[in-house]
């Protein structure tokens, strides 16, 4: 199965620059957050394959308008063609916002899916918005990662972990791909494609 994944900035290669060969093959497409709800729509009208999401820092604009035609997977373990696909969005808190969280409260939110990822047996890709902590992540508090990740890819072994949040155009010390264990991590900024055997 061949996924799209997508965040923090709109791509102009696909939303600009549309063309149906540019999303041909494409069976999935994942976004990671702090994406504009219309270019999510859009690519969903545009293809006829699922659009997923979680939010990103910047998503409280969803609550009024949400990106129509998508699947939230916050949560929750999203099942597409038997791969088993685990959404918990937001960033550290920094400041007031409603995808924000602190490490106590993000541990929380996983401790919660308990019953899922027993029912499941675990989980094949992890998407996040922001990445794992001291994995890809930044120094400042707004651009730090999570620990309860680091712990949920320690358990589970997923094949991927898919987030956004630190920005390629930061600096060179933000790469791309990673690996931590038998998890390949990939930061999903701009657009990036993968693929994961069903």
């Given at each position: 199965?061949?996924?799209?994944?997508?965040?923090?900035?709109?791509?102009?290669?696909?939303?600009?620059?549309?063309?149906?060969?540019?999303?041909?093959?494409?069976?999935?497409?994942?976004?990671?957050?702090?994406?504009?709800?219309?270019?999510?729509?859009?690519?969903?009208?545009?293809?006829?394959?699922?659009?997923?999401?979680?939010?990103?820092?910047?998503?409280?604009?969803?609550?009024?308008?949400?990106?129509?035609?998508?699947?939230?997977?916050?949560?929750?373990?999203?099942?597409?063609?038997?791969?088993?696909?685990?959404?918990?969005?937001?960033?550290?808190?920094?400041?007031?916002?409603?995808?924000?969280?602190?490490?106590?409260?993000?541990?929380?939110?996983?401790?919660?899916?308990?019953?899922?990822?027993?029912?499941r047996k675990g989980?094949?890709?992890?998407?996040?918005?922001?990445?794992?902590?001291?994995?890809?992540?930044?120094?400042?508090?707004?651009?730090?990662?999570?620990?309860?990740?680091?712990?949920?890819m320690e358990k589970?072994?997923?094949?991927?972990?898919?987030?956004?949040?630190?920005?390629?155009?930061?600096?060179?010390?933000?790469?791309?791909?990673?690996?931590?264990?038998?998890?390949?991590?990939?930061?999903?900024?701009?657009?990036?494609?993968?693929?994961?055997?069903e």
């Amino acid at each position: 199965m061949k996924i799209l994944a997508i965040a923090d900035e709109e791509s102009t290669y696909l939303w600009d620059h549309y063309e149906k060969s540019k999303l041909e093959g494409i069976d999935l497409i994942i976004s990671c957050g702090d994406l504009d709800p219309r270019y999510l729509s859009f690519l969903v009208t545009m293809t006829t394959v699922p659009v997923l999401y979680v939010h990103g820092n910047h998503d409280d604009r969803y609550e009024r308008m949400p990106p129509e035609g998508c699947t939230c997977i916050e949560d929750q373990i999203y099942v597409y063609r038997g791969v088993r696909i685990l959404g918990l969005g937001g960033s550290m808190r920094y400041k007031n916002g409603l995808h924000q969280y602190t490490q106590q409260e993000m541990r929380r939110r996983v401790k919660r899916l308990w019953y899922q990822l027993r029912k499941r047996k675990g989980f094949d890709i992890l998407v996040t918005h922001s990445p794992a902590y001291h994995l890809n992540d930044g120094k400042d508090l707004p651009h730090q990662g999570f620990q309860a990740f680091v712990a949920l890819m320690e358990k589970y072994r997923p094949k991927f972990f898919i987030h956004g949040h630190v920005h390629m155009s930061y600096g060179r010390q933000y790469k791309r791909y990673d690996q931590y264990q038998d998890t390949q991590i990939i930061n999903a900024y701009d657009r990036c494609v993968f693929e994961i055997e069903e």
